[in-house]
């Protein structure tokens, strides 16, 4: 070669051009995705985290469950009372009959 500058034609340098827009869309839409993608596990992180904290907490509120049975017998006992005052006021008073 003499070191003379090779001469494209108008078909070669279109391509050229094609291919260099082409790249740089390409690239773009790889950034785009990228960032939707980075914005996305964070969402997740966030909500991962939240998630654990609730779990946590409600393992802690639930940390005294030995007292639910006690709880449940003692309803039931006020209830029972209830019903005892609820008879003898009907007797009492004529509206309940047996």
């Not at 980075?38 to 509120?61: C, F």
Request: proline fraction near 1%; charged fraction near 20%; avoid cysteine.
């Amino acid at each position: 070669m003499t070191g003379t500058p090779l001469a494209l034609t108008s078909t070669q340098r279109d391509l050229w051009w094609g291919a260099i827009i082409g790249g740089f869309v390409i690239v773009l839409a790889v950034a785009a995705l990228l960032t939707i993608l980075v914005v996305l596990v964070r969402t997740i992180d966030r909500r991962v985290a939240t998630v654990r904290d609730t779990l946590k907490a409600a393992a802690e509120n639930t940390a005294d469950t030995a007292l639910i049975a006690e709880t449940g017998q003692r309803v039931d006992a006020v209830l029972a009372e209830g019903l005892k005052h609820h008879l003898f006021l009907g007797r009492v008073l004529g509206k309940v009959r047996m």
